[in-house]
């Protein structure tokens, strides 16, 4: 799954990444490219303790962080992190680390299977 989205790095939480988010569009800020490489289902406890702190080591991250690069195509390869219930997920390029170092947020489509 290919897409457009508002990224950034080092963002604290879900506000913050809220604020950034809305920021983004209102400047008319450049999207860009991404490809989901993976996702990662959570269950509701745990995806709203990730929205807490998207800068705490998360050992999902750690297994697949090397493979959360940009390719040849300019776009960030990620992993999409939603809950079953959710009708948003986190967009994740990590880009070697083990924590969230660049995310989005992105609203859910039945494109994602959930």
């Known amino acids: ?11 604290k939480d879900i506000d913050e990444l809220n604020n950034k ?10 999207l860009q490219k991404y490809r989901i490489i993976k ?11 990730f929205q807490k702190s998207f800068l705490e080591t998360k050992s ?8 959360l690069t940009m390719n040849n195509n300019a776009e960030y390869l990620c992993m999409l992190v939603v809950s079953e ?11 070697g680390y083990s ?3 660049t995310l989005a947020i ?4 039945e494109d994602y299977g959930i």
């Not at 983004?24 to 450049?30: G, I, L, M, V, Y």
């Open 106 to 109: 992105i609203k859910i489509g």
């Open 1 to 11: 799954m290919t897409g457009m989205a508002y990224f950034f790095r080092n963002v």
């Open 39 to 49: 996702k990662i289902l959570l269950t509701e406890d745990d995806f709203i303790k």
């Open 60 to 67: 999902f991250i750690k297994e697949i962080t090397y493979q």
């Open 99 to 101: 924590y969230a170092r």
């Open 21 to 30: 988010t809305i920021n983004a569009k209102t400047n008319n800020d450049k």
């Open 85 to 95: 219930n959710s009708d948003y997920g986190f967009l994740i390029n990590s880009s």
